[in-house]
């Protein structure tokens, strides 16, 4: 593993992004980052371009169940 800079913690647990890690991942104000914590406790930090949208999130609860929404609308009247 080689170390690539050191950060502190400062008021409101805020830090600072090494500049190598920022230019290396292209970090910028809209970037959002991961934090995964394994079974050894190590911590993966994983970037990701963007925010997430509501776009992004359609169809993360879809279930495999077919329904029948006709007889799903009828219940609501029994």
Do not use: C
Request: glycine share 6%; net charge positive.
């Amino acid at each position: 593993m080689v170390n690539v800079g050191t950060t502190r913690i400062y008021k409101n647990n805020q830090t600072t992004i090494p500049s190598k890690i920022r230019k290396l991942f292209d970090v910028s104000e809209d970037t959002v980052m991961d934090w995964d914590l394994n079974s050894d406790n190590v911590i993966t930090i994983t970037f990701k371009s963007k925010k997430s949208s509501i776009h992004d999130l359609a169809g993360l609860g879809k279930s495999k169940e077919t329904t029948n929404a006709v007889e799903l609308k009828r219940g609501l009247y029994k």
